[in-house]
Each structure stands twice: as C-alpha cells, then as structure tokens.
C-alpha cells in the first residue's frame, strides 16, 4: 500500500486494494476516478466516484490507517469499499476542508490546511492546532487575518502556496503572508509550540524528507523558486552563524481583563548555553505598549533562572513578553513568570450592591469606611439607605489607594436597615 504525491503535475493518485484514485486537481471536478482493478494502467469510463459538487472541488487525498480519505475545499470524506466492486465516500462529521492540492500530510495523523486555521485528524472530527493561540492569523467569515507580532496573518489566494508537510516530530505550514512574502509556520508535535520561520529566494515552494544510514538519523530537502537545500542537523546550528529565535507570549492578566494591577518583577526559566544572549522586552495591553527590556549574556551551560524587574508603580491591565534568544546551540525555556498585586478596577458613575453589615434587621449607622483612590482630586458620594434615601453626602479625596473612615454627624443618627454608596463621578 502506499500513498504518492506529485507536486505541479495535475493529478494525484492514491494506490490501495491494488487500485489507483485518481482525480484531475487543475480542472476543479468533484469526481474522483478508479483504475481498473491489478490493472493501474486501464481505466472503464463509468469507473468512477461522484464524491462532491462543482462549486466544491476535490483537492487531494491521503491514505491513513489502511482507510482513503478526500478532501474538498470545505469538507473530508472517507471512501470505504461496498463489497460489490464499488466504493462509497461517506462524510466525516463535522469535517474541514483543505486550501490548496498540497495542504493535506500524514504524520502519526492526518494534518489538514484548513481556511480558519491548521487541524488535526485520526480519521474523524478534526481538531485546531491554532484556535488556542494565533486563530486570529487566519481568515474567519470574510474578514481577513491579523498580525500576532512578527507573524504575519495568512493570505490563502495562491492555493499552489499553501503547502502543510509533517516529518521528524515537525508540522511545516508553508505559505504567502497578507503583504504577498513568503512565511513558514513550524509547530514543534511533541512540545506542542509553533515558531516563525523565513527563508529567502521566494520562500519553499516544495519539501520531503529524507533517512539517514544510522537509527534517528533524519533530514528534509526543502526547494526555493532556484535553489534546493537539505536540512539535516536536529540541533539548530548554522555553518556561519549564530542562530536568532524569537518567541512571543499571550497577554497575561491573573484572568482580569477589567482591572489594572500594580506589577512588581518577573523570573524566565531555561536551559542555555555559555555565550547565548537572551532578550527579554515586557509590553503592556496585549503587547501594543513595550515598558522594558533586558538583555543576559549566559556566563555558563546549564540551567538558569533570569531575574527582572518592571518599572516602578507600574500599572496595566495585563502584559505580555517577547523572547529573543542567539544561540550556536540547542536551548530550552521552561517558563516565565511575573509577581503583582491585583488591584480594583476603575468605576464610572457606578454604585455598591446593597450592604447589610452583616446583620439583618435596623441598626444605627454613624460612619462608613472606603477604600479609593481619586487621583488626588475631589470626589463625591453619596450614602443611600432604606428607600433610596440620602443619609449623607461625602467630599472624598484619595491620592493613591487608601482606605478612610469617614463619619456621619452626631446630631443625625441613622437608623435603616440596607445601605450602598453611590459615586456620581469617576473613582
């Protein structure tokens, strides 16, 4: 059994039950067409497999578990025998499509190219290697991706650009980015982490893997528009040069998306090498502001864990961090970790929920404490009781968060039984 793709040539085949699936990519038919059987070389006229409509084209197929698997551009199906000679294509529920003749591979499962992003399959419902973490790359309903950094959103226009290949624990996602250059999305299978990638001369246009002589021994053949390169060293080494990688972390914000807090500093574990240079640069609001940056050169090899601090009296609702890394060698980060100290969110002409103190019934009020900060300039709120009334209008004005007792005039005792204070300007 075996399975053969042909890159630039205008049809694909797929060989199992000693019969040959074939389908005439560059034409867009929905018609997948069967040789003969233990005769490849013949082919009956009525021989074929009417598995989709016009509107939506057949673009490539794998084998994957002794089971053929088609796909359009919208959806995957799986072509079982009937018993009678003939074959029968039956829809994976809930399936996705794939964005070019080349954007299907087959690792230890089935690795799709889809319109909203990169899936993965062992047959059945697929699952989304990229909604977690960069679905916003990818087109959705019409509206075009957006950038994460220096990831560019993906443009799917040239389907003879979009090329997915798995080999050696690695997914390699080839394709043109919304400013028409060349990209190269790489997801790590086992740490279950993508990274950037960009190489010149028009970027990949095709890619296969080849073994060595020894166990564990592996490279890949990766072909430009001119040029045709092998990759064979698992470390990351250059012949020339130190290596550059960057990574860039989601925005971290304790699971507040409302409230600033105050942060203090931060911590990156790693295992590095002596002479490897690390970058850590600090960016608030999902990484749109930059507020630090810090570079280490490691003195030894081994593991290390690098101390940083934020600006002092640092407010923002959440950061996020970018990595550079220069190494002649392999390295690992295992975390980063910030300290800070939540603080209340800001309020805009908001009342309390209604406060009993703790036990029903009436009772005498004769102050109140809040805790606020104003910025430093007046503040008015009002203390409001049973029925809506106004038991006492406050001036406040807190400089920083601080927390003030306040008390009701003697002469006015207040008999109620719920209360709540009630801003009428920003706090």
Same mark, same amino acid.
């Given at each position: 059994?075996?399975?053969?793709?042909?890159?630039?040539?205008?049809?694909?085949?797929?060989?199992?039950?000693?019969? #040959?699936?074939?389908?005439?990519?560059?034409?867009? $038919?929905?018609?997948?067409?069967?040789?003969?059987?233990?005769?490849?070389?013949?082919? $009956?006229?009525?021989?074929?497999?009417?598995?989709?409509?016009?509107?939506?084209?057949?673009?490539?197929?794998?084998?994957?578990?002794?089971?053929? #698997?088609?796909?359009?551009?919208?959806?995957?199906?799986?072509?079982?025998?009937?018993?009678?000679?003939?074959?029968?294509?039956?829809?994976?529920?809930?399936?996705?499509?794939?964005?070019?003749?080349?954007?299907?591979?087959?690792?230890?499962?089935?690795?799709?190219?889809?319109?909203?992003?990169?899936?993965?399959?062992?047959?059945?419902?697929?699952?989304?290697?990229?909604?977690?973490?960069?679905?916003?790359?990818?087109?959705?309903?019409?509206?075009?991706?957006?950038?994460?950094?220096?990831?560019?959103?993906?443009?799917?226009?040239?389907?003879?650009?979009?090329?997915?290949?798995?080999?050696?624990?690695?997914?390699?996602?080839?394709?043109?980015?919304i400013e028409g250059n060349a990209q190269t999305l790489v997801f790590d299978l086992q740490a279950g982490a993508w990274v950037l990638d960009r190489y010149g001369d028009g970027g990949v246009v095709a890619r296969y893997g080849i073994r060595g002589q020894r166990p564990m021994e592996y490279g890949m053949v990766c072909a430009t528009e001119t040029m045709v390169g092998r990759l064979d060293n698992p470390n990351p080494v250059d012949y020339d040069s130190p290596n550059a990688f960057e990574w860039q972390t989601l925005a971290f914000g304790a699971e507040d998306r409302r409230a600033e807090k105050l942060w203090g500093d931060w911590i990156l574990n790693g295992q590095f090498t002596a002479g490897d240079a690390i970058t850590v640069e600090f960016g608030e609001d999902s990484y749109s502001t930059p507020i630090s940056t810090k570079t280490i050169n490691i003195p030894t090899t081994g593991r290390h864990r690098i101390h940083g601090d934020f600006p002092i009296d640092f407010l923002a609702v959440d950061v996020a961090a970018k990595i550079s890394v220069i190494s002649e060698s392999k390295f690992e980060i295992y975390n980063w970790e910030p300290s800070l100290l939540e603080r209340p969110e800001k309020t805009i002409l908001r009342s309390t929920d209604w406060d009993d103190v703790g036990m029903p019934g009436s009772k005498m009020i004769q102050g109140c404490y809040i805790e606020a900060d104003t910025g430093g300039l007046d503040r008015v709120v009002k203390v409001v009781g049973d029925g809506g009334v106004v038991i006492h209008t406050l001036t406040i004005n807190h400089a920083g968060q601080q927390r003030r007792v306040y008390s009701f005039p003697i002469i006015q005792p207040t008999i109620l039984e719920i209360g709540r204070a009630s801003c009428r300007e920003r706090v």
């Open positions: 059994m075996q399975c053969s793709i042909f890159p630039k040539v205008p049809h694909y085949h797929i060989q199992i039950y000693n019969i #040959f699936f074939y389908e005439i990519l560059y034409q867009k $038919t929905p018609i997948c067409r069967l040789t003969n059987q233990n005769d490849p070389n013949t082919m $009956t006229d009525g021989n074929y497999i009417e598995v989709s409509t016009p509107s939506e084209p057949l673009m490539n197929g794998v084998v994957y578990d002794g089971r053929v #698997f088609v796909c359009s551009s919208e959806r995957m199906w799986q072509v079982v025998p009937d018993g009678n000679g003939r074959f029968i294509p039956t829809e994976v529920a809930n399936s996705k499509g794939i964005v070019g003749p080349h954007a299907i591979t087959v690792d230890k499962l089935i690795y799709l190219f889809s319109k909203d992003g990169i899936n993965v399959s062992e047959g059945g419902q697929p699952t989304s290697l990229t909604d977690a973490t960069m679905a916003e790359l990818f087109p959705h309903d019409g509206i075009v991706g957006t950038n994460i950094g220096d990831m560019k959103a993906v443009n799917l226009e040239d389907d003879s650009r979009n090329r997915l290949m798995a080999y050696s624990g690695r997914l390699y996602c080839d394709h043109l980015d």
